[in-house]
């Protein structure tokens, strides 16, 4: 397992845009799948992006077209940019690193993801 810091939450307003980070303390040449996920209040779990050492990405259908998933592998680093903020986006914003590959059909399930992250607060006012 490796050890996963997020940052880069914080609170803005509908519209706005937040990039979040996620430090890993593994070489992510390594971990074959990274993704985001988020969790709100009286909510479970969900999966948000993904993206395989490929390069390959999948999103859910709720941010399709205003997040982007990346990652630099140098930098030991994931990202997701957020734009075009919705009041419905908030929640905390946890990063996890899957310890197999498999296919982006599978990559938003919790269950394929053994490392976590503590997670970062975003929160959007209308």
């Known amino acids: 397992q490796v050890h996963l810091v997020e940052s880069g939450g914080g609170s803005v307003q509908s519209g706005g845009s937040l990039r979040l980070s996620c430090a890993s303390s593994?070489?992510?040449?390594?971990?074959?799948?990274m993704a985001w996920f988020r969790q709100a209040p009286g909510k479970e779990r969900e999966g948000v992006a993904a993206v395989d050492n490929a390069g390959r990405t999948t999103y859910a259908d709720s941010v399709k077209g205003r997040f982007t998933i990346s990652r630099d592998n140098a930098r030991n680093t994931l990202y997701l940019q957020m734009n075009s903020l919705e009041p419905e986006d908030t929640a905390m914003y946890y990063c996890a690193a899957a310890r197999f590959w498999m296919p982006t059909v599978q990559a938003l399930a919790v269950s394929k993801y053994t490392s976590w992250g503590q997670g970062t607060q975003v929160t959007v006012s209308s």
């Open positions: 593994g070489n992510t040449y390594s971990i074959p799948v």
